[in-house]
């Protein structure tokens, strides 16, 4: 029986255009989306300026043992959360090629 091929690692991934550090992960149980998030951590300020109804932000749980994980950030979220926020990717680098 012929098994998956390994995948690398998505704590160490990076934007193909942009070279900017990403992680790629399914987030949810029940309705999981597939997300890119930028791993650069935001501020209070910037979380506000770039919220969007189609760009989230993500909190970015990186626990002692184990990849880091994002969650969602909801109502229920505490406000004082001490992990870091992302928000999704969006590369602000054009492609050089056509294909």
Do not use: Y
Request: hydrophobic share 30%.
């Amino acid at each position: 029986m012929a098994g998956r091929a390994a995948r690398p690692r998505s704590d160490d991934s990076r934007c193909r255009t942009c070279r900017a550090p990403i992680l790629t992960q399914l987030v949810g149980h029940r309705a999981a989306l597939t997300v890119t998030a930028d791993l650069t951590p935001l501020t209070a300020e910037q979380q506000a300026a770039i919220r969007e109804p189609n760009r989230l932000i993500w909190c970015l749980n990186t626990p002692k043992f184990g990849p880091p994980r994002l969650a969602w950030t909801g109502t229920w979220h505490p406000t004082d959360c001490p992990h870091p926020h992302v928000t999704e990717h969006r590369c602000n680098r054009q492609p050089t090629t056509l294909f």
